[in-house]
């Protein structure tokens, strides 16, 4: 791709978000929140699984691929340390607004 202008280099950036107060009509906040957790629930186990899977097929010697399966082993270890560190985010942020004084 060849950029010959200003203009045509202004088109490859993104707009910048607008900014702006919160819009009153939007309700969907709390499910995509909600959905945003159940992937990365979701995901960290797929993780586990394929991690499992490596494992067993290393075992039964339908693999010798040792590096797959600790790459396996790996993903699935960072997920799993990501996924808690987000859920002691979320408990502590509810607990910090449970104590709020009204």
């Not at 060849?2 to 702006?20: E, F, H, S």
């Not at 995901?43 to 010798?64: I, R, W, Y």
């Amino acid at each position: 791709m060849t950029v010959t202008g200003i203009d045509a280099a202004n088109g490859l950036y993104k707009a910048a978000p607008q900014r702006g107060g919160i819009d009153p009509n939007q309700t969907d906040d709390f499910g995509t929140v909600f959905d945003a957790a159940k992937n990365l629930v979701d995901e960290t186990n797929t993780l586990q699984n394929k991690a499992d899977a490596e494992q067993v097929k290393f075992a039964l010697g339908l693999s010798d691929n040792t590096h797959d399966m600790m790459i396996a082993a790996q993903k699935a270890k960072i997920a799993l340390q990501y996924t808690n560190a987000i859920r002691t985010n979320v408990i502590q942020a509810y607990q910090t607004i449970m104590n709020m004084q009204i």
